[in-house]
């Protein structure tokens, strides 16, 4: 059983391969249906695909890839020429075969889809002449020139066809005839080099795929129409097939090895992991430095640092590498779409690809396909008109989307341009007043490009009716939430009558990311860079409010604001100072700016979840941790802009609701603070002070002291600060305390020697009240104590 | 001869097997103090117990989660338990500890007041939860009878529940 597992699990693996390169030749093959090598090569397909379901005992899928296999056979011999209806057949025929291969996953069987009337309708074809057009399949199959080149295309494929069907008479004449073929071919073949001269050796050295998809064909599909085949064209058809065993012989060389994608995961992770210890080295590297200046081992230190670093980042770009893969992937499948859409929508559509070989990682390769089919179904749809339009607008008949990608810094861009009729602004805006998606208030105060951004709308559909292709209004919707979940971006261009450009801008992993750090109060968050447009600074007279929100002017833009700690819940203990940055955050296509106190810096971070206790917490994407081993959470730009919408406006604003002044009953309720480093002032203060009965605490320094304040054990009513003190002095501990809101007014009593006038200006300055020069008397003292902090006289 | 030698043979294996039995009936358990009670947990469910350091608080989340705090490069939550047993809360001491405790792939640090000490019990020393907690939504797993107090044993599965 087991056995049966693992081979079945390889033919299911080889058979999507094969059916997704499947797609796109066909669709090749309906623009070029002599091309013999595509031919043998989806003939080849379907063969496989035959033979291992047969093996497997899938009885179903062998019944329908044999009769696939037939109708291709005969076109490959040129009994048959493949006209768009037959072709309706056989793709129709090979989406079954995929719904079959997705059933036999699922279920392990192939049971539970009806092929019998695709089956019928193969048969019709490749045995009852009943189709359209079969006459002169015949009358071409009879044109020498043709038959030469087909058959020895067929050669080269020949070792996959039955021969166990063939009588010895048969195989014997069909070993003659190869032969003959052989050398007919090598003839054709110096004769086509001499005609076509050096236009073979021009041309380019691309992929041979790409051509027929990149030229555009302005004149219809040949196929309905016999052309009576001239020498001309045989030497054209010489041409792909000079090329093609070059473009096949670096394809056998080319060495792969399966890998289960969960070790790459876990290769990721680990390399997460030392990218979070380089960053700690880093910082390490830093302290040590400035501890050490001009140490000899420092260099060495630097040298070692510098190589870990350097190496890990390319360790990362490796790996990450193993999990790109070419978006090509997912561009595949569009030529079929657009096929089918076209012909359902009875328009002439073109697509043009380019840059297939750009690559993403596979996370996102896997995400991306769903939006992008929305966007292009769109453009088929609402973009590109009707060929008589087209016409009459003097434009070419054949609309042309061209999808194409491209790296672009840290990101990837998907470009999806259609010259279609563009988008009309005015159109929109009332379309969305109408449904009442938007007030007509806002649709006035709208420019042109955000009212394109209108169609991202849930429940927004321009289409004057709906089809089966488009019109429900959900599409455009999903579009925006898949690439906002990728972290990425949305921009549209369009112009009325010349055609819409739609740009996603997507990052090019997900695991790690540059992000910038930004600070609030004593807190620090990470908010991915890919999503940050700009950053600004503020004063707070910059900001308005309008309609109970925070917005300001940017440019000629008007910004909504949202303070990060209103998101984040932050307690504001430190004093907001008069300026502010903005981060500018862009997120699909919409905009805010989010106003915290600190910008840190912009640092390469690794995305960790916060585990299945704290799993979805609005607003954080996950965590991180930094350089010196503490956690950093990570915004989730998504759901904050959702967030912000429910904010009300209290940026900035001082919540000036100060302490709830707690009565005092009795003398000790007091609490009075003596910072200062020599224990024998701390002595004398605390015996001047006694006598008032108040709570004394000591402090040797400024850390200390503020260490004592912050902790929040005593509520203090006033302190007496000594200037010249270690690790901290009397000023900038002033100037730190009275960077809290809540000790704004606690008094501050400086006890000093220093009698300089300047002195006393630089207490003034950092926030003391009152100045005492040492020495002093005990009542001195303790009155100005009494005095500054209220001290009620009936407790003496 | 032999018959004694068997015998003999026997009483050992029946020792030995009692001995078993002894060893299957005992449970281990690591006792902790929060606010004046003492709990206990099986040892087996802690990953480590270490020194508090900081951490970072975490918006959206009820007060008794403190945050979440760097172990080793895995990010972990952190609950105090007196907030989450609806004691006041305290300034931590000298004697706090974050226990790290795993259930399956659950892992949190729980801020406690101070650790007693490693606690061997009899399975029959330990009774069942009080009538009035009963039910399978207590967090608390058994009563543990020791010569001079109790201790309440708490189920880790539960504590490792989020319940917000």
């Not at chain 1, 030469?148 to 070792?159: L, Y």
């Not at chain 1, 208030?441 to 709208?446: F, G, N, Q, V, W």
């Not at chain 2, 895995?74 to 795993?102: C, H, N, W, Y």
């Amino acid at each position: 059983m087991d056995e049966f597992q693992e081979i079945l699990q390889d033919f299911l693996i080889e058979s999507f391969e094969l059916v997704e390169k499947l797609d796109e030749d066909l669709v090749e093959l309906e623009n070029t249906p002599e091309d013999l090598e595509l031919l043998n090569g989806i003939f080849r397909v379907a063969h496989t695909v035959k033979g291992a379901s047969s093996f497997l005992n899938f009885d179903v899928l062998t019944h329908l890839t044999h009769h696939m296999e037939d109708v291709l056979n005969k076109a490959r011999h040129g009994d048959l020429i493949i006209t768009p209806d037959i072709m309706d057949v056989v793709l129709e025929s090979i989406d079954l075969m995929k719904a079959l291969l997705e059933t036999i996953r699922d279920t392990s069987a192939d049971a539970g889809i009806d092929v019998a009337a695709c089956v019928a309708r193969l048969d019709k074809i490749s045995g009852g002449d009943g189709e359209v057009d079969t006459p002169a399949v015949v009358e071409v199959a009879e044109v020498t020139p043709e038959p030469i080149v087909e058959e020895a295309a067929a050669s080269a494929a020949d070792d996959d066809v039955d021969y166990d069907n063939m009588t010895p008479d048969d195989l014997e004449a069909e070993i003659e005839k190869l032969l003959q073929e052989r050398q007919d071919e090598d003839k054709a073949k110096r004769q086509a080099k001499i005609e076509a001269g050096e236009e073979v050796l021009a041309a380019p050295p691309e992929p041979i795929e790409d051509e027929p998809a990149a030229t555009p064909t302005p004149e219809p599909t040949p196929a309905p129409v016999p052309v009576a085949p001239t020498p001309q064209v045989a030497a054209t058809k010489e041409e792909p097939k000079a090329a093609a065993p070059a473009k096949r012989a670096p394809a056998a060389v080319e060495q792969t090895i399966r890998v289960d994608v969960k070790r790459l995961d876990h290769l990721m992770n680990l390399i997460g992991e030392l990218v979070l210890a380089k960053n700690r080295l880093i910082k390490i590297n830093d302290d040590v430095e400035e501890r050490y200046e001009g140490e000899e081992f420092l260099e060495e230190l630097n040298q070692v640092v510098s190589i870990v670093s350097l190496v890990t980042t390319d360790l990362q770009i490796a790996v990450m590498k193993t999990r790109m893969l070419p978006i090509g992937k997912v561009f595949n499948k569009f030529p079929r779409m657009i096929r089918d859409l076209s012909r359902e929508l009875n328009k002439k559509i073109d697509l043009q690809l380019d840059g297939e070989d750009t690559e993403l990682d596979k996370s996102i390769v896997e995400e991306i396909g769903d939006p992008l089919v929305h966007i292009i179904r769109n453009s088929c749809d609402h973009g590109i008109e009707i060929p008589e339009i087209r016409l009459a607008q003097g434009k070419n008949e054949m609309g042309t989307i061209g999808l194409k990608a491209y790296n672009e810094g840290n990101q990837i861009v998907i470009q999806i341009d259609d010259d279609g009729k563009g988008l009309d602004a005015q159109m929109l805006k009332d379309k969305s007043v109408e449904k009442g998606l938007i007030t007509e208030k806002e649709a006035d105060s709208m420019s042109d490009k955000e009212a394109f951004t209108l169609i991202f709308k849930p429940g927004f559909s321009t289409a004057a009716a709906v089809t089966s292709v488009s019109g429900r209004g959900v599409g455009m919707d999903v579009v925006k939430t898949n690439i906002e979940k990728l972290n990425g971006m949305i921009d549209i261009d369009s112009e009325i009558g010349v055609g819409t450009s739609m740009k996603l801008k997507i990052p090019l992993t997900l695991a790690i990311i540059q992000a910038l750090l930004v600070g609030v109060q004593e807190e620090y968050y990470a908010i991915p860079l890919a999503s940050v447009l700009e950053t600004v600074r503020i004063s707070k007279e910059e900001i308005y409010t309008v309609e109970g929100r925070s917005v300001m002017r940017l440019r000629e833009e008007v910004l909504s604001l949202v303070h990060i700690g209103d998101i984040f819940e932050v307690e504001r203990i430190l004093d907001a100072n008069e300026h502010a940055y903005v981060v500018v955050l862009g997120l699909g296509t919409s905009k805010i700016g989010l106003i915290v106190d600190t910008l840190v810096g912009q640092e390469e971070i690794v995305i960790k979840s916060l585990g299945d206790y704290l799993k979805g917490i609005e607003g954080v994407a996950g965590a991180t941790i930094r350089g010196d081993g503490g956690v950093t959470l990570i915004v989730d730009v998504v759901a904050l802009m959702s967030m912000a919408r429910d904010v009300k406006s209290t940026a900035l604003t001082d919540s000036s609701d100060s302490l709830e002044s707690h009565e005092k009953t009795k003398a000790s309720d007091y609490t009075i603070m003596i910072v200062d480093d020599s224990k024998t002032d701390r002595t004398i203060m605390r015996k001047a002070l006694e006598p008032l009965g108040v709570t004394l605490v000591e402090a040797s320094d400024g850390q200390e002291a503020l260490n004592i304040l912050k902790s929040g054990d005593h509520n203090f009513d006033g302190m007496l600060v000594d200037i010249e003190m270690p690790r901290m002095d009397g000023y900038t501990l002033a100037t730190e305390i009275k960077k809290y809101n809540k000790y704004k007014n606690l008094p501050l009593i400086a006890v000093t020697s220093r009698t300089g006038k300047s002195d006393r200006m630089r207490g003034v300055e950092s926030g003391m009240v009152e100045y005492i020069t040492k020495p002093y008397s005990a009542d001195y003292l303790s009155s100005v104590v009494q005095r500054n902090v209220n001290f009620k006289s009936e407790f003496l | 001869m032999s018959d004694q030698l068997k015998e003999v043979l026997n009483q050992q294996n029946k020792q030995q097997n009692s001995d078993l039995d002894q060893l299957d009936d005992v449970v281990q358990l690591v006792g902790f103090v929060i606010g004046d009670e003492e709990y206990a947990i099986p040892i087996l469910a802690i990953q480590e117990i270490i020194k508090p350091f900081s951490w970072t608080r975490v918006p959206q989340v009820p007060a008794y989660v403190l945050g979440v705090f760097n172990l080793r490069g895995a990010v972990i939550p952190l609950i105090d338990l007196r907030a989450k047993f609806g004691l006041q809360t305290k300034k931590q001491s000298d004697e706090t500890r974050f226990i790290v405790m795993r259930h399956g792939d659950d892992v949190a640090g729980f801020v406690i007041d101070r650790l007693t000490m490693a606690i061997r019990l009899k399975k029959g020393d330990i009774g069942p939860a009080p009538d009035t907690v009963n039910g399978d939504d207590t967090i608390i797993d058994g009563v543990g009878k020791q010569a001079d107090k109790i201790i309440t044993i708490l189920k880790v599965n539960k504590l490792l529940e989020r319940d917000f």
